[in-house]
């Protein structure tokens, strides 16, 4: 069956809604189908299959770009493998820290040796770039991946020009830019309607107090939106990792000590804002001298998550202007306070990234 088909199948069985966005798409998808199930043959007695041009899907969230390449994938019977890219990335940190320790000069190549040895098809969700190591890894292993004739269909909340933006040495990075727009087509997919917020039309943002009663609303919120499905999410942030237990198509959740109880900063919390569009963030506690720290990094990760428009839902043991009552910085929460109130209008963090 076509990519076209199988859409056109969800649709009449009530499990999608016709989009021109996501149709729009559709005969790239069914072009990468045909060529890898029915290759040109090339080289010396034509057993070399050409390489076929992938795909780099990228627009707002919500917008369908993960339902449409798990649609291609399932329709695609070549060897193949599909990864989110956080996932992806952290299972190549392992492999080439375990190369190292066998004493070969560069790590990358048997990795990449590996990773191109059995698929014709690799798919990725949600590619970004926010650390200057993956960029360089990255770089080299999509070299791996075209050389070896491997088909890459990716989707992201950005266009390639956006990758790694504004990032240290980003001008080492401009060359893989190149070389996707090269080997991959680019396609906006321009949807006007965003399905994800539709999970989260009416929900509440802001639960308190923190009892069995918040807890189990905010429970029902996290399995609304992931679906039953998750994986953790874990970000490489100048040479450090950075995890959080939940993760599913653009929604992270997590605890306030797995984010504030912890030696993060800065850079930690502004690669998590990129990363996800919607937080659920558990049990923020009543903050004060007993725990200076952990309110400290609590600021930080609000003016993160408030710059890049992140739709927060959160249980707290009380209301924002109440939850930094004494104590240094107490006067300096207000801010934060302002924030979390004006994050909970609704609307908020539906801009388009």
Request: proline share 5%; glycine share 8%.
């Given at each position: 069956m076509?990519?076209?088909?199988?859409?056109?199948?969800?649709?009449?069985?009530?499990r999608?809604?016709?989009?021109?966005?996501?149709e729009?798409v559709?005969?790239?998808?069914?072009?990468?189908?045909?060529?890898?199930?029915?290759?040109?043959?090339?080289?010396?007695?034509?057993?070399?299959?050409?390489?076929?041009?992938?795909?780099?899907?990228?627009?707002?969230?919500?917008?369908?770009?993960?339902?449409?390449?798990?649609?291609?994938?399932s329709q695609i019977?070549?060897p193949?493998?599909?990864?989110?890219?956080?996932?992806?990335?952290?299972w190549?940190?392992?492999?080439?820290?375990?190369?190292?320790?066998?004493?070969?000069?560069?790590?990358?190549?048997?990795?990449?040796?590996?990773?191109?040895?059995?698929?014709?098809?690799l798919?990725?969700?949600?590619m970004?770039?926010?650390?200057?190591?993956?960029?360089?890894?990255?770089?080299?292993?999509?070299?791996?991946?075209?050389?070896?004739?491997?088909?890459?269909?990716?989707?992201?909340?950005?266009?390639?020009?956006?990758?790694?933006?504004?990032?240290?040495?980003?001008?080492?990075?401009?060359?893989?830019?190149?070389?996707?727009?090269?080997?991959?087509?680019?396609?906006?997919?321009?949807?006007?309607?965003d399905?994800?917020?539709?999970?989260?039309?009416?929900?509440p943002?802001?639960?308190?107090?923190?009892?069995?009663?918040?807890?189990?609303a905010?429970?029902?919120?996290?399995?609304?939106?992931?679906?039953?499905?998750?994986t953790?999410?874990?970000?490489h942030?100048?040479?450090r990792?950075?995890?959080?237990?939940?993760?599913?198509?653009?929604?992270?959740?997590?605890?306030?000590?797995?984010?504030?109880?912890?030696?993060?900063g800065?850079?930690?919390y502004?690669?998590?804002?990129?990363?996800?569009?919607?937080?659920?963030l558990?049990?923020?506690?009543?903050?004060?001298?007993?725990?200076?720290?952990?309110?400290?990094r609590?600021?930080?990760?609000?003016?993160?998550?408030?710059e890049?428009?992140?739709?927060?839902?959160?249980s707290?043991a009380?209301a924002?202007?109440?939850?930094?009552?004494?104590?240094?910085?107490?006067?300096?929460?207000?801010?934060?306070?302002?924030?979390?109130?004006?994050?909970?209008a609704?609307?908020?963090?539906?801009?388009?990234?």
């Open positions: 076509s990519v076209t088909e199988a859409y056109d199948s969800a649709v009449a069985a009530g999608l809604t016709r989009d021109p966005a996501q729009g559709l005969p790239e998808l069914d072009r990468i189908r045909d060529a890898l199930e029915h290759p040109v043959m090339t080289g010396f007695f034509r057993k070399t299959p050409l390489p076929v041009r992938g795909l780099y899907m990228w627009g707002g969230v919500g917008r369908g770009k993960s339902m449409l390449m798990d649609l291609a994938y019977d070549v193949k493998q599909r990864q989110h890219f956080h996932a992806f990335m952290q190549i940190h392992a492999e080439i820290a375990a190369a190292r320790k066998t004493g070969v000069d560069d790590a990358i190549k048997p990795v990449a040796a590996k990773l191109t040895a059995d698929i014709r098809l798919a990725f969700d949600e970004q770039i926010s650390d200057i190591t993956d960029a360089m890894i990255v770089g080299r292993l999509f070299e791996a991946l075209f050389a070896a004739g491997v088909t890459v269909i990716t989707t992201s909340n950005r266009p390639p020009d956006d990758l790694y933006k504004n990032g240290l040495n980003r001008d080492i990075f401009v060359p893989f830019i190149d070389l996707i727009k090269d080997r991959m087509a680019v396609h906006e997919l321009a949807a006007v309607t399905y994800r917020q539709g999970r989260l039309a009416g929900t943002s802001y639960f308190t107090p923190n009892d069995a009663t918040a807890r189990a905010i429970a029902a919120v996290w399995q609304r939106v992931s679906e039953g499905h998750s953790p999410l874990t970000l942030v100048q040479g990792t950075v995890t959080l237990p939940d993760y599913h198509n653009g929604v992270a959740a997590a605890s306030f000590y797995d984010l504030c109880g912890k030696p993060l800065a850079a930690d502004l690669a998590l804002a990129a990363a996800v569009r919607v937080l659920i558990r049990d923020i506690p009543s903050l004060g001298r007993d725990n200076f720290n952990e309110a400290k609590f600021v930080t990760l609000i003016d993160a998550l408030y890049a428009r992140v739709q927060l839902i959160c707290a009380a924002p202007e109440y939850l930094y009552r004494e104590g240094e910085g107490s006067f300096e929460f207000e801010r934060t306070a302002s924030r979390l109130r004006e994050m909970q609704d609307g908020w963090g539906q801009v388009s990234s």
